[in-house]
């Protein structure tokens, strides 16, 4: 979570709510880190978990990412849910619930659905707090 947690800060340079992953391979070596960059790249899936998971298939060489953890600081939002039920993550570790829109536990639990063909263990509340204090600190001024 410390990784992701410096990606997390490192969002708020461009603007970007402050949310970062790390991708931990089998080994738990990170082979892929994301934060949000929406606002950077203008782009609506910029998410932090997206932009991991694509820098791990990449250094991977697969888009099956059996055997890693996704280790996020924000429960991910459906979107989000969605690409790690795709990647075939197996685990993933969360700092803060999203209680507006998260998707792993809190509004939905997408993935651990019964009908899904693939269902991720959830690890909750590492760091919690320091997650959720960036997220405040950030949206304060916006309030």
């Known amino acids: 979570m410390v990784h992701a947690l410096e990606e997390a800060r490192a969002a708020l ?3 970007d709510v402050p949310v970062g992953a790390v991708v931990l391979g089998p080994d ?8 949000n960059v929406r606002e950077a ?11 991991a998971l694509r820098a ?3 250094a991977l060489g697969t888009w099956r ?21 795709q990647a075939r993550v197996p685990r993933l570790v969360l ?3 999203d209680e507006k829109a998260g998707a792993c ?4 639990d997408v993935v651990r659905d019964r009908r899904a ?4 263990e959830v690890v909750a509340g590492v760091r919690a707090e320091e997650s959720a204090t960036l997220l405040r600190e950030f949206f304060r001024p916006h309030r």
Do not use: F, I, Y
């Not at 738990?28 to 880190?33: H, M, N, S």
């Not at 790249?41 to 932009?51: C, K, Q, Y």
């Open 13 to 15: 340079a461009t603007g």
């Open 28 to 35: 738990g070596a990170v082979v892929g880190r994301g934060r």
């Open 41 to 51: 790249d203008v782009d609506p899936t910029g998410h932090a978990e997206v932009v």
């Open 56 to 58: 791990a298939a990449t």
């Open 65 to 85: 990412l059996d055997g890693c953890t996704l280790v996020v600081t924000l429960e991910p939002c459906l979107m989000c849910a969605g690409a790690v039920l």
């Open 95 to 97: 700092g803060a619930w």
């Open 105 to 108: 536990g809190s509004q939905w």
């Open 117 to 120: 063909l693939h269902r991720v």
